[in-house]
T-cell receptor
Framework: EPEVTQTPSHQVTQMGQEVILRCVPI?????FYWYRQILGQKVEFLVS????????KSEIFDDQFSVERPDGSNFTLKIRSTKLEDSAMYFC???????????FGPGTRLTVT | QKEVEQNSGPLSVPEGAIASLNCTYS??????FFWYRQYSGKSPELIMS????GDKEDGRFTAQLNKASQYVSLLIRDSQPSDSATYLC?????????????FGGGTRVLVKP
């Protein structure tokens, strides 16, 4: 059964550095998402992406964040200048259709020191 | 602010018994409803989706939806120790472009042998 994959599984970075989190969605998915979960807190929506455009973004997704689907298979989340409060698990998800089930990748644990 | 509320638990259930989890949501226009299971340190795993009022059964799981009361529930029959996890209720709002999921804080379930 196809799965969403994410790399790296754990990323440690210093405050102010740029990080790129990578995701390979399931091949027949058309809608893509990034969520994050700070330790002990709810899963929070960051951004949705469809047809090579951002569909919706949350208040968290400010100018420091960007997403890209550079080659038709990978889906990336870039944080330009990381802050301590960006430390969280970042999950990529995908779905076949707008209201359909979203399947999550295993996540990338981002630690900002 | 669109909210999804769950009792945080822990819900302690003897092995073989039924676990009953509840979720309420504030956005009356919500269209799609999902239950995810999350083991500690892992990503959300989809276990049930429900789109219309009534019951939906899948194996040992039954989801119940009542849109008039803005209430979703999950029953786990014949609970097993491996069911011990946090169960997340997620709601998809109106079919706007974004299709984001709003998550509740989760209910922690402990199944005791």
């Amino acid at each position: 059964e196809p799965e969403v994959t994410q790399t790296p599984s754990h990323q440690v970075t210093q405050m102010g550095q740029e990080v790129i989190l990578r995701c390979v969605p399931i091949s027949n998915h058309l809608y893509f998402y990034w969520y994050r979960q700070i330790l002990g807190q709810k899963v929070e929506f960051l951004v949705s992406f469809y047809n090579n455009e951002i569909s919706e973004k949350s208040e968290i997704f400010d100018d420091q964040f960007s997403v890209e689907r550079p080659d038709g298979s990978n889906f990336t989340l870039k944080i330009r200048s990381t802050k301590l409060e960006d430390s969280a698990m970042y999950f990529c998800a995908g779905s076949r259709d707008r209201a359909y089930e979203q399947y999550f990748g295993p996540g990338t644990r981002l630690t900002v020191t | 602010q669109k909210e999804v509320e769950q009792n945080s638990g822990p819900l302690s259930v003897p092995e073989g018994a039924i676990a009953s989890l509840n979720c309420t949501y504030s956005d009356r226009g919500s269209q799609s409803f999902f239950w995810y299971r999350q083991y500690s340190g892992k990503s959300p795993e989809l276990i049930m989706s429900i789109y219309s009022n009534g019951d939906k059964e899948d194996g040992r799981f039954t989801a119940q939806l009542n849109k008039a009361s803005q209430y979703v529930s999950l029953l786990i029959r014949d609970s097993q120790p491996s069911d011990s996890a946090t169960y997340l209720c997620a709601v998809n709002g109106k079919q706007a472009a974004g299709n984001k999921l709003t998550f509740g804080g989760g209910t922690r379930v402990l199944v005791k042998p």
